[in-house]
Structures are given as C-alpha cells and as structure tokens.
C-alpha cells in the first residue's frame, strides 16, 4: 500500500538556522508528493509537489523539497527559518488518485 | 479569489445526534473533496466528488455519513448519528481538475471543528 512516514513528530530550530523536515514514502510506481502547511484554525495550504523532472522543488514562502528516489525521501527545506514559519507540515502522496497525508511534523522557530 | 468555504467552523452536538456541514468551493472547481482529520493525524479522504458525481466515496462510513453536491457546486456532509469518534476537524477542499487526478493542487478550507460529547 502506499504510504508516508514523518518521522519526527516535532522539529526545533532557531530563527535564521536552515531547517528540515524529513518525510519517506512507499510507493509503487512513479510517486506524486506533496507538502502541505497548516496554521492554526486555518485549513491545509498547498507548498510544492513533485511530479517529475528535476529532483529539487521550490514552492511558497520560499521552501524547496528534495525529491530522493534511491532513498525514498522527500525532505523539506528552507535556508534561513522565520518564526512565521512555525505550523503544522504534511507529506503527501498520490495513491490511485487519493491524497494519502502523513501524522504531520510541528515545527517550531524560536526567535 | 475567493477561497473555499466552510461552515459552521464549530459545531458542539451529542452522541446520536445529527449535524451537516457545508462546503463553497472555489469557483469553477470540478473536484470537491471532504477529509477528516483526527487530532494528531493527517487528514482522511472521506469522498470526492466531480461536478455532482461520486469519484471516490471507498472510506466514508456509509452508515452514518453522507454528502451530496447538487448542481455540482455546493456541498453537504452530514453525520447521522453521531458517534464520539466522530470528533475532529473536517476539511473541505477543491480542485480545478475535471479529470479527478490528484495532480491538480487541492486548495483546502477552515475546516468545520466537531466535538461530540
């Protein structure tokens, strides 16, 4: 069955530090991922997606994912960590056409 | 653009009573989907829709949940009874894609808050 895995169920990091948030699938045949974010009282908000092409995504706010085949990884990143950025971050594949969302990564930017 | 539409953003019922929740989608969306998301956990799908037709509804509890998109804009989720496990957010969200494909982003609502006590 086709899966993700966060690992980390909270990542910590200071404001201006690069930060990552680790996410792994299992999928068969070619993967469809996504990172979505979610603030508080506030619905999911679409990030990035890879569906081919280069292994390196950038999406909003400017975040970028790494898309690892030989790993099975697709790990989020950004370079230099806001406060604002604190939230609640979710891995996503496609799976025949439905979104299958991982436990979610609470990432906390400490000013 | 407007976003996606929800309400009511709480809701506070019983045990063995009925609630419905309504979902706007962005306008010209074809797909609407309805999730579930437990506290702690990622959101479910529940059911997609495209225009008013049922795409997916494989993980919806048929016995006591469900949804309709009349005219193939709004949408309605209802609970019938509700049972305690039946607390948590529930998300609405829509897509522009007419073929149902989960390539096309999803933009995703408030969400509706249900407790059931």
């Known amino acids: 069955a086709q899966s993700v895995a966060q690992p980390e169920d909270q990542v910590n990091v200071a404001e201006g530090n690069p930060l990552t948030v680790k996410c792994t699938y299992s999928?068969?045949?070619?993967?469809?991922l996504f990172w979505y974010v979610q603030y508080p009282n506030r619905g999911l908000q679409f990030l990035l997606k890879?569906?081919?092409?280069?292994?390196l995504v950038k999406g909003s706010y400017g975040f970028e994912a790494e898309f690892n085949k030989s790993q099975t990884s697709f790990h989020l990143k950004k370079p230099s960590a806001l406060v604002s950025d604190s939230a609640l971050y979710f891995c996503?594949?496609?799976?025949?056409?439905?979104?299958?969302f991982g436990s979610g990564t609470r990432l906390l930017v400490r000013p | 653009e407007a976003g996606v539409a929800q309400s009511p953003r709480y809701k506070i019922i019983e045990k063995r009573q009925s609630v419905a929740f309504w979902c706007n989608p962005i306008?010209?969306?074809?797909?609407l989907y309805w999730y579930q998301q437990i506290l702690g956990q990622g959101p479910k799908l529940l059911i997609q829709?495209?225009?008013?037709?049922?795409?997916?509804d494989s993980q919806l509890p048929k016995d006591r949940f469900s949804a309709e998109r009349l005219k193939g804009v709004d949408s309605t989720l209802k609970i019938q009874p509700a049972k305690l496990e039946d607390s948590a957010v529930y998300l609405c969200?829509?897509?522009?894609?007419?073929?149902?494909?989960?390539?096309?982003?999803?933009?995703f609502g408030p969400g509706t808050r249900l407790t059931v006590l």
């Open positions: 969200a829509s897509s522009l894609g007419t073929s149902g494909a989960f390539t096309d982003t999803q933009y």
């Open positions: 999928v068969s045949g070619n993967p469809y």
């Open positions: 890879y569906i081919t092409g280069d292994n």
């Open positions: 996503a594949v496609d799976s025949s056409y439905k979104l299958i």
């Open positions: 306008s010209g969306h074809a797909t």
């Open positions: 829709f495209q225009n008013n037709g049922v795409v997916d």
